[in-house]
Nanobody, 120 residues
Framework: QVQLVESGGGLVQPGGSLRLSCSAS????????MGWYRQAPGKQRELVAT???????KYADSVKGRFTISRDNAKNTVYLQMNNLKPEDTAVYYC??????????????WGQGTQVTVSS
């Protein structure tokens, strides 16, 4: 069974930085699109950034110029480098991975979430 394990969240002051990581365990698959989503208190989950196998990247307007998504295919890991953090970045961040199983198809998996709190 595939497991996505997230790490790197925590408490940081405005202007600080954090680096999130998400690693997929298992075998027999290749990773297509990977992404990060977040859900702030009282709000719906929203897309933060995605990265394809090309790799090409896309970012939400609110994080452009501050966040960088990257991937290490050898480690089945996706990262989110978050710089110049703002209080409005406070949320639970979730990793999402689209896995291609050989001769089966594509399946969608979610990490357990990691809390990011930006506060003075």
């Amino acid at each position: 069974q595939v497991q996505l394990v997230e790490s790197g969240g925590g408490l940081v002051q405005p202007g600080g930085s954090l680096r999130l990581s998400c690693s997929a365990s298992g075998s027999g698959f290749s990773i297509n699109t990977m992404g990060w989503y977040r859900q702030a208190p009282g709000k719906q989950r929203e897309l933060v950034a995605t990265i394809t196998s090309a790799p090409s990247t896309k970012y939400a307007d609110s994080v452009k110029g501050r966040f960088t998504i990257s991937r290490d295919n050898a480690k089945n890991t996706v990262y989110l480098q978050m710089n110049n953090l703002k209080p409005e970045d406070t949320a639970v961040y979730y990793c999402n991975v689209h896995l291609l199983w050989s001769r089966v198809g594509v399946y969608d998996y979610w990490g357990q979430g990691t809390q990011v709190t930006v506060s003075s």
